[in-house]
T-cell receptor, first 115, second 112 residues
Framework: DADVTQTPRNRITKTGKRIMLECSQT?????MYWYRQDPGLGLRLIYY???????NKGEISDGYSVSRQAQAKFSLSLESAIPNQTALYFC??????????????FGPGTRLTVL | AQTVTQSQPEMSVQEAETVTLSCTYD???????LFWYKQPPSRQMILVIR??????QNATENRFSVNFQKAAKSFSLKISDSQLGDAAMYFC?????????FGAGTRLTVKP
């Protein structure tokens, strides 16, 4: 079984709809992240969470919100989707910040299309 | 803000040959991490190799090695004995604390 899972893998929605992307991990990591990937821009950080009670905005948080329901679950919401939020979304986890195992592990991605 | 630049949008290599992918970054920090990730058509982001900035020795992982030039802020990836399965997008990334920045990627094609 995959260590980091994302649901759904693909989603098509309409402008103005609320949508939630979910991420679960079995790695036991405290830190979780949401990124979006656009062609030619690489990945950009949306939100990150160091533990259940600690959530922080990333580089491009406008239009998004998150919820850390448990250590293993981190959800990303688009309250009112717009077409320029069409992108590939990745969840990632890590077990340390600045330590010898400071590596992020990524889920398989969710391709979101907003019409 | 730290930026990561991959100046080669596309590269190609003959199977069994060697290819080098370039990456430069901009930072005023002295302690950070650098990574190369591979993204095949499956979309999965796969860690290829990592380098701690405080280490002078270049990291190696089997056929993958890096040339880390801290003063020049350069972090290139060398793939030796290229295989068809190496075909993918490759992303260079810089990380300090929670701040992780990615380059725009290099698409590598491997010719049989």
């Amino acid at each position: 079984d995959a260590d980091v899972t994302q649901t759904p893998r693909n989603r098509i929605t309409k402008t103005g709809k609320r949508i939630m992307l979910e991420c679960s991990q079995t790695k036991g990591h405290d830190r979780m992240y949401w990124y979006r990937q656009d062609p030619g821009l690489g990945l950009r950080l949306i939100y990150y969470s160091f533990d259940v009670k600690d959530i922080n905005k990333g580089e491009i948080s406008d239009g998004y919100s998150v919820s850390r329901q448990a250590q293993a679950k981190f959800s990303l919401s688009l309250e009112s989707a717009i077409p320029n939020q069409t992108a590939l979304y990745f969840c990632a986890t890590s077990d340390a910040m600045g330590g010898p195992t400071d590596t992020q592990y990524f889920g398989p991605g969710t391709r979101l299309t907003v019409l | 803000a730290q930026t990561v630049t991959q100046s080669q949008p596309e590269m190609s290599v003959q199977e069994a040959e060697t290819v080098t992918l370039s990456c430069t970054y901009d930072t005023s920090e002295s302690d950070y991490y650098l990574f190369w990730y591979k993204q095949p058509p499956s979309r999965q982001m796969i860690l290829v190799i990592r380098q701690e900035a405080y280490k002078q020795q270049n990291a190696t992982e089997n056929r993958f090695s890096v040339n880390f030039q801290k003063a020049a802020k350069s972090f290139s990836l060398k793939i030796s004995d290229s295989q068809l399965g190496d075909a993918a997008m490759y992303f260079c990334a810089y990380r300090r604390g929670h701040d992780m920045r990615f380059g725009a990627g290099t698409r590598l094609t491997v010719k049989p």
